[in-house]
């Protein structure tokens, strides 16, 4: 009975009453999460297919799946494509949102508010019909061509979506017209919220708007800026729905992000354990860019 | 054990809050315990399929065999329908039914028409104003003859493999009738999803290959594996048909303004060969843009040819062509012949087409492209037979389509013709359906009732249904005649004095080959698809297209076992239409 006493008063002492009750969640969420994360490494390691047999009976291959994937042109090109939309389409919205929240932050306009509210109606829309609407605007007979046809006065018919440059420059305007409004949002919920002792003692000496921006309104946006590009970063990273339905990753395989290509082997084709070491790459990609990206943000060491 | 006087008074100073701060650790992590030992319980049973999945809370045994016969075949009917009918009534009699029992049914939802859910309604035709009986409900016919219900649910027919595999992983179920495209149907048999229906059959007797009506022999192949035994019902044979502008090719200055251009008279029978299609496509091209006048001083804003190019239809297209070109999946020595020059001519000739397509043809779907068709603006098409019924009815289709069979090549100046079923679909049991778990006579009796020569005729002879033929005595009957010949046009490019579309079935038959049914055939056509649609929008040149299709292809084989897909294409081999057959020197 001491000895009970003993070890919750130690419990007790090291960790406090708090922590020892969220203990219980915390085993919970480790299954939830380690579980199936132990379980993906362990496949990636196996030749599993739910079409060759069981997965428990499955050999062990080694890194045999981590070595093919890594070598296979389509894995890469999804690498390379998917970068090339977030890089695109996150810099796109990054602008446009820094872009309209100044306009926003520096302007007094009757009616504010319902334009705020209105910008945030893209965000709402499910990016499946964002994806189908887009599809639409940039079909050949869609109404892109309908609109640039009127105005030229010549029948335009350009293939926007299967020359694979024009393809994933219309993945990355129907991502960036999505989310455009969630970096206005966080930047302009930034700027409202910074100091205007700084800002007011800049004015008073003399200041353009231009520098007051530049040298004090940007610095101080740094670490909510960092937080909005790491957030929409690692989101358009997993890009699926809006290439899926637009260009279902053609022309050829030009517009195939990860997700789509994970999405086709795993699912589509059943090569589940080959897909599992495609997923445990890319994660450890994403875990030591994200980890490089917000190091910035983390406390420094004495 | 706790009394439960006590279990109450401690409730009680739950809720008063006098518990003491041990007591609610205690508890606390007890309780996060049982939930972590039920989670790794719940994956394991995922993986190791203990049927631990919504809707299933036991383990459950699944039957996998046929009740035990206690009649034969001959006393339960002289039909198949009639059959099914009195075996599950006999069954519910016996009490082998459980009460409640209804079938699941996951169903392609293109093909819901034929059947339900917008059985029974009416729809109005957009070009005639006419209102068309939809389908009738077949479905609710059933439940009024045997009491049991379906529930019918729909996915988009590539996501109902997704489904089947799932199931197979987790080996619980919810669906116990799947329709699935045949091709995928080695997928599902290795997988355990389909069950055997061998014995099914024998006592039942669906009479696919036997009976007054079986199945179009080259369909039914399909249904058995090269061990003889069974494995699905018919949905739809579904195959290319070929639509052209009958009013443009029967036009006499259209006809001498094509043989001054290109030395032969426009085919007004349909074109034999691809390249007459080229040729054609290339004609009616000439009027494409802003309003062009045509020779008949008429003005028209056409394209060419509107032939799907998205990976599946390429895909099929392809394989059309490098058979007719005399070109093989495997050689003897069981290596994937597909780098040669057959598959090289069969992409250029692909290609060669699309300079004269509507663009769209890459991204489009069925809906996209009958306004253009319809509209005038697409001088030839393809689609599947049944299809055509839609779109005649459009402004085009007073004038008249030309449907043609599969154009071919000249090999060894001899043509070749090859029609690929590119979409026939059958329905499986689901092996770990809820019902079929219990008995799986009964979703196995609704599959043998719905594809029975009276029912299925039924099924099909009506303007809702979209499915095609797939019985033999199908393009016989007066009802289906009736509904196709009433909306189609008599057939020119079949044989002047026929009647149109059961004529067109009948000699389409003719060059039928089977379904590729392969171990992996999904990843295997979303490859070829891939790589020359990658080819044809000029993002590679022809040769990487081959070499990517024969490295990946051999990829396939490899991993899934190369002699058992030689074999499975040897299965195939035999449903070669005679022209094939006698090509290769195969008896």
Not at chain 2, 156 to 161: A, G, I, K, T
Request: proline share 5%; net charge neutral; charged share 15%.
């Amino acid at each position: 009975m001491d000895n009970k006493k003993g070890r919750t008063s130690w419990l007790k002492r090291k960790f406090g009453f708090n922590v020892l009750l969220i203990i219980p969640l915390q085993v919970v969420l480790n299954f939830v999460l380690i579980v199936p994360f132990a379980l993906a490494i362990y496949l990636s390691l196996t030749n599993w297919s739910p079409i060759t047999g069981t997965w428990y009976t499955s050999p062990i291959v080694g890194a045999d799946n981590y070595v093919s994937i890594l070598t296979t042109l389509r894995f890469q090109q999804a690498i390379y494509n998917t970068l090339v939309i977030v890089g695109g389409a996150v810099t796109l919205e990054f602008v446009l949102g820094l872009v309209l929240a100044l306009a926003f932050f520096s302007w007094d306009f009757r009616g504010k508010s319902i334009f705020a509210s209105f910008f945030l109606v893209p965000m709402m829309v499910i990016p499946a019909i964002s994806g189908f609407t887009f599809q639409t605007i940039f079909a050949t007979q869609g109404a892109l061509n309908d609109v640039l046809t009127r105005i030229s006065g010549t029948a335009v018919a350009v293939d926007w979506l299967h020359v694979p440059s024009s393809a994933l420059l219309a993945v990355i305007l129907a991502d960036a017209w999505q989310w455009t409004p969630f970096m206005f949002l966080l930047m302009y919920a930034g700027m409202t919220a910074l100091p205007s002792d700084p800002i007011r003692a800049a004015r008073v000496m003399g200041a353009t708007e231009r520098q007051i921006f530049r040298r004090i309104m940007l610095p101080m946006l740094r670490p909510i800026i960092t937080i909005a590009l790491i957030i929409r970063s690692l989101e358009a990273f997993k890009i699926f729905d809006v290439p899926f339905i637009m260009t279902q990753g053609g022309p050829g395989t030009t517009t195939e992000t990860i997700s789509i290509f994970l999405y086709k082997f795993a699912i589509e084709f059943a090569r589940v354990a080959w897909a599992s070491a495609g997923a445990i790459v890319i994660f450890v990609a994403i875990v030591f860019v994200t980890l490089w990206a917000s190091k910035p943000l983390l406390p420094k060491a004495e | 054990m706790v009394d439960s006087e006590e279990a109450d008074i401690e409730n009680e100073q739950f809720f008063k809050r006098r518990m003491t701060r041990r007591q609610a650790i205690a508890k606390a992590t007890a309780a996060g315990a049982a939930i972590g030992v039920a989670i790794v319980a719940g994956a394991g049973g995922y993986f190791a399929g203990t049927s631990v999945s919504p809707g299933k809370s036991s383990t459950t045994t699944v039957t996998t065999t046929a009740t035990q016969a206690t009649t034969s075949a001959v006393s339960l009917g002289a039909t198949p329908a009639d059959r099914a009918v009195n075996a599950v009534n006999a069954l519910k009699a016996s009490g082998a039914i459980p009460a409640g029992a209804k079938i699941r049914f996951l169903e392609a939802a293109f093909r819901a028409g034929n059947m339900t859910p917008t059985a029974g309604q009416t729809r109005t035709d957009p070009y005639t104003g006419k209102v068309i009986q939809n389908s009738i409900n077949m479905l609710t016919k059933w439940n009024d003859l045997t009491g049991v219900p379906v529930e019918m649910d729909l996915l988009n027919d590539l996501q109902l493999y997704d489904k089947a595999i799932s199931e197979a992983t987790t080996k619980a179920g919810t669906w116990d009738f799947l329709g699935q495209r045949i091709d995928f149907l080695v997928d599902f048999i290795n997988s355990g999803v389909a069950l055997d229906l061998t014995a099914f059959e024998a006592k039942y007797v669906p009479e696919i290959r036997t009976g007054n009506c079986p199945v179009t022999p080259v369909f039914a192949q399909g249904y058995y594996t090269s061990d003889g035994k069974y494995w699905g019902f018919p949905g739809c044979g579904d195959w290319f048909s070929y639509y052209n502008r009958r009013d443009l090719v029967t036009n006499p200055k259209l006809q001498s303004a094509f043989e001054t251009q290109f030395g032969y008279q426009l085919p007004v029978q349909g074109p034999d060969t691809w390249a007459q299609v080229l040729d054609m496509a290339k004609f009616f091209d000439m009027y494409k843009g802003s309003e062009q006048t045509l020779p008949d001083g008429s003005t028209a804003t056409l394209r060419g040819s509107y032939f799907f190019r998205d990976n599946w239809f390429s895909n099929i297209e392809f394989r059309i062509r490098f058979l007719e070109l005399g070109g093989l999946l495997f050689d003897n020595n069981k290596n994937v012949t597909l780098d040669n020059a057959i598959t090289r001519q069969a992409l250029t000739d692909m290609k060669a087409l699309t300079s004269y397509q509507v663009k769209d043809a890459f991204t489009s779907s069925w809906p996209t492209m009958y306004p253009n068709y319809s509209n005038k603006q697409v001088f030839q098409t393809i689609s599947w037979a049944s299809v055509a019924q839609f779109a005649a009815s459009g402004p085009v289709g007073g004038q008249g389509f030309g449907v043609y069979q599969t154009p071919g090549y000249l090999v060894n100046n001899k043509l070749i013709r090859v029609t690929v079923l590119y979409d026939q679909t059958s329905y499986i049991i689901e092996k770990y359906g809820k019902l079929t778990s219990v008995v799986p006579d009964v979703p196995f009796l609704f599959g043998q009732w719905l594809t029975d020569p009276e029912i299925s005729t039924q099924e099909l002879a009506n303007p809702g249904a979209i499915s095609d033929y797939f019985r033999t005595c199908h393009g016989q009957d007066e009802r289906m005649i009736a509904t196709f010949f009433a909306v189609w046009p008599p057939n020119p490019g079949i044989e002047p004095g026929r009647r149109g579309a059961a004529e067109a079935f009948d000699v389409q038959f003719q060059s039928l080959c089977g379904t590729w049914q392969m171990a992996g055939m999904h990843e295997l056509q979303d490859l070829w698809g891939t790589q020359m649609n990658a080819y044809f929008t000029g993002v590679q040149d022809v040769d990487t297209s081959v070499k990517n299709m024969q490295s990946g292809t051999d990829g396939v084989m490899d991993r899934l076992g190369r002699d058992a897909q030689f074999q499975r294409w040897q299965h195939v081999v035999q449903t070669f239409p005679p022209a094939l057959k006698v090509l290769h020197g195969i008896s």
